[in-house]
Structure formats: structure tokens, C-alpha cells
């Protein structure tokens, strides 16, 4: 299947899919005997599908940020922008025409097996699964796909890049890491038993989670994501505030802090109402 062939499968256009199965396996919803996209009960189909596919697209991010996978790309394409347009070497003409014709080889992007080499995936079969998951990312317009398996960075792939200024790639990752799948997982038994799945599942809430020495990266990434956060969230308004980046870890911890004391308080409150 090809890329274009592959589109089709896009969330947007699973009703017409879901349409097309019912038509062969239900009796009496044969094409044109009443059943549309505007169906209620197939609506309700595609909706059910929806919310799973939802699952699988955050699964898929989650691979594409624990792999850095944006940052791998965005860093070779600048990487071949810049070897594009280096000045000729000491082979003159030749040399150049050769540095050229190298550039404009790597302007298709980075190959499958590139990729999974860079992240680390080294696997014989690696690649291929890989691929798959690159696959449904390209789909949702996360990164671009090009014939022969290649990838480049978009406009999105930009976004999810992890370097030292906090982004929104730290914000996502924060949100979908493993700790966070490991609270999803007991979400069922924190419902039934009315506790919070995190503290369900680790035994303290988020908080004291990254404050935990044994969890320092976790604390870190909980930083960037709530500079970036906050930073985007003024962005539009209150921009003279300059925080995020320009806040200093002691500042950014006292405030969490008093975020933690402020929250408590809360719950305090509303036990004794």
C-alpha cells in the first residue's frame, strides 16, 4: 500500500471505511439499501473507532519523543541545508558538483533504515516496525513521507523537538511518558476504588513523583513542560510577564511548591464541605 493509498484510513474518513465493512458482513445494509455517512448508528460506529484510534495515535507519538525522533530529522535537515550551501572545497568545480549532488540525494530526507539506526533501533527487524509507526504519524501530518520509505520534518515535527529551550515536544512527551501510561493502565481500579490512578499506580501523587531524587528526569521534563505551557499560554496577552525559559530553576521550584500547598489546601476544603 502507498502512501496515498494509506490516506484513506485517516480518523476523517473512517465512517465511508466503516460503511464499506458493514455493506459486506451485515444482511440487508447492502449499498444503497439506506445506510449513509449520516446514519446515526454508523456514526456511533465511527465515533467508538475514533476514541480507540485515539489510543493508538498517542501510543505512536509516545514512540516518535521516547526515540527523538523530530530531533533526529530536524537536525539532519538543517544539516543538509547547510552542506547544500557550503562554498566549493579544495576539488574545485568537481568537488562541488559532488558535495551538491550529495545534498540534493539527502533532500528526500532520511531513509527507514537511517532513522532506525540514529534511534538506536538495531534490531534486524527493527525497521519495519518503525516504519509502521512513522506510517500512522505521517498520516496524521506529523512528519511527511516520501517514496522509498524516506521521512521529513514538518511544520509539527518542528514543534515536537526536545533540545534545551522548553517546547512543545516536552509538553507531550510529558504528558504520554511511561509514567503516565503506567496510571492510564489502573484507571478502571482508581475509578472503582475513588482514588487518582497516578497515586494509584505509584504510590504518591505527581508531584512528590518529581521531586523524587530516583526521578530526577522526570522532574526536569515537568519543568519544560509547564515553561513551555505557561509561555504559550501568555503568548497572545500578558507577554511583558517573560517567563518560561527566563524563570530560574529556584524560582520555577518555589513556585511549584506553592502550587503543591495551594492544591491541598483545596482538597481540604472540599472534604470539609
Not at 465512517?15 to 465493512?21: H, L, M, N
Request: aromatic letters at 6%; charged letters at 20%.
Amino acid at each position: 500500500m502507498d502512501v496515498h493509498t494509506s490516506q484513506i484510513m485517516k480518523s476523517k474518513d473512517l465512517g465511508k471505511a466503516v460503511k464499506a465493512a458493514v455493506a459486506h458482513v451485515v444482511p440487508g445494509h447492502a449499498p444503497g439499501a439506506g445506510v449513509t455517512t449520516e446514519d446515526a448508528a454508523m456514526q456511533a460506529t465511527a465515533t467508538v473507532f475514533g476514541a480507540i484510534q485515539g489510543h493508538w495515535l498517542s501510543a505512536c507519538l509516545g514512540v516518535m519523543l521516547q526515540l527523538r525522533i523530530a530531533d533526529i530529522l530536524v537536525d539532519h535537515a538543517a544539516s543538509s541545508s547547510s552542506h547544500a550551501n557550503a562554498p566549493a572545497g579544495p576539488n574545485g568545480a568537481a568537488g562541488a558538483a559532488n558535495d551538491n549532488a550529495s545534498a540534493a540525494g539527502d533532500s528526500t530526507g532520511m531513509s527507514i533504515d537511517q532513522l532506525a539506526a540514529a534511534c538506536g533501533a538495531t534490531s534486524p527487524t527493527a525497521s519495519s516496525h518503525l516504519y509502521k509507526v512513522l506510517r500512522v504519524l505521517a498520516q496524521h501530518e506529523m512528519l511527511d513521507e516520501h517514496p522509498g520509505k524516506k521521512f521529513t520534518p514538518n511544520a509539527a515535527t518542528v514543534q515536537l523537538v526536545q533540545g534545551e529551550d522548553p517546547s512543545l515536544g516536552h509538553m507531550a512527551s510529558h504528558l504520554i511518558n511511561p509514567p503516565k501510561w503506567d496510571a492510564w493502565k489502573v484507571l478502571p481500579q482508581a475509578v472503582q476504588q475513588g482514588k487518582t490512578a497516578f497515586v494509584l499506580a505509584h504510590g504518591m501523587d505527581v508531584y512528590e513523583y518529581g521531586e523524587a531524587a530516583e526521578h530526577t528526569g522526570y522532574g526536569e521534563e515537568f519543568m519544560k513542560a509547564m515553561s513551555y505551557f505557561t509561555r504559550h499560554s501568555l503568548a497572545g496577552g500578558v507577554t511583558s510577564l517573560k517567563v518560561g525559559r527566563r524563570l530560574g530553576r529556584l524560582r520555577r521550584l518555589r513556585w511549584l511548591r506553592q502550587f503543591r500547598r495551594l492544591r491541598r489546601l483545596s482538597c481540604t476544603r472540599h472534604l470539609q464541605q
